[in-house]
């Protein structure tokens, strides 16, 4: 298996725009649940979004209707593509994999274990 790579962090206004992206070399990718992950300062590790092929999207309540999870497999990368954002999405978001594709099947988002696929992160910061 290939490494996760995350990009595109950065810092952003509220009420902003930021895409995240996530390098997925060497996956297969019909086989795998997707997701991305965020944790503040203090704070326990989010489930933010989810994809897999069969289940289609899924979102935390925090992040309905503001991000969108994306995947393109002819460039082999995963994204997230967040609006309206908020100081309080400041965090580092980080992207994982898992074959548990059964993961991917929540109303609100990916659970916080089961992943055995994980990139490093990428910081993400909203202030005014």
């Known amino acids: 298996q290939g490494q996760l790579v995350e990009s595109g962090g950065g810092s952003a206004h509220p009420g902003g725009s930021l895409e995240l992206s996530c390098a997925l070399a060497h996956y297969s990718h019909d086989s795998y649940c997707w997701a991305w992950f965020r944790q503040a300062p203090g704070k326990e590790l989010e489930g933010v979004a989810s994809?897999?092929?069969?289940?289609?999207?899924s979102y935390a309540d925090s992040v309905k209707g503001r991000f969108t999870i994306s995947k393109d497999n002819a460039k082999n990368i995963l994204s997230l593509r967040m609006t309206s954002l908020k100081p309080e999405d400041t965090a580092t978001y980080r992207c994982a994999a898992t074959l548990a594709k059964q993961l991917c099947r929540g109303p609100r988002g990916p659970p916080t274990r089961g992943f055995g696929y994980w990139g490093r992160g990428t910081q993400v910061t909203v202030s005014s």
């Open positions: 994809l897999d092929s069969e289940s289609g999207t």
